[in-house]
């Protein structure tokens, strides 16, 4: 059976990172589409930029999922 695609079954998504912004069981997502900034010449057609004014750009909930999902290794 294969995992949903949503973030906290993806590699990019770190459900850790550490913000008194950041909602309850939110994570961020380190996939190279998604950018933070004001210019962000480099952005993919494919991807999000996110205005970036104090610092903390985006989180993602656990069960929202994009076009970049990628399963997180199986661990041993």
């Known amino acids: ?3 949903p695609r949503h973030c906290e079954h993806c590699r ?3 459900p850790a990172a550490e913000d008194s912004r950041k909602p309850v069981g939110y994570g961020s997502c380190n ?3 998604w950018k ?3 210019f962000v010449p480099d952005a993919a057609p494919d991807g999000v930029v996110v205005e970036d004014d104090e610092g903390w750009g985006f ?3 656990p069960q929202f999922g994009c076009i970049h999902w990628t399963a997180k290794e199986l661990r041993k």
Do not use: P
Request: hydrophobic share 35%; proline share 0%; net charge negative.
């Open 31 to 33: 996939a190279t589409a």
């Open 1 to 3: 059976m294969s995992e």
């Open 36 to 38: 933070a900034g004001y």
């Open 59 to 61: 989180y993602t909930g």
């Open 12 to 14: 990019h998504w770190n």
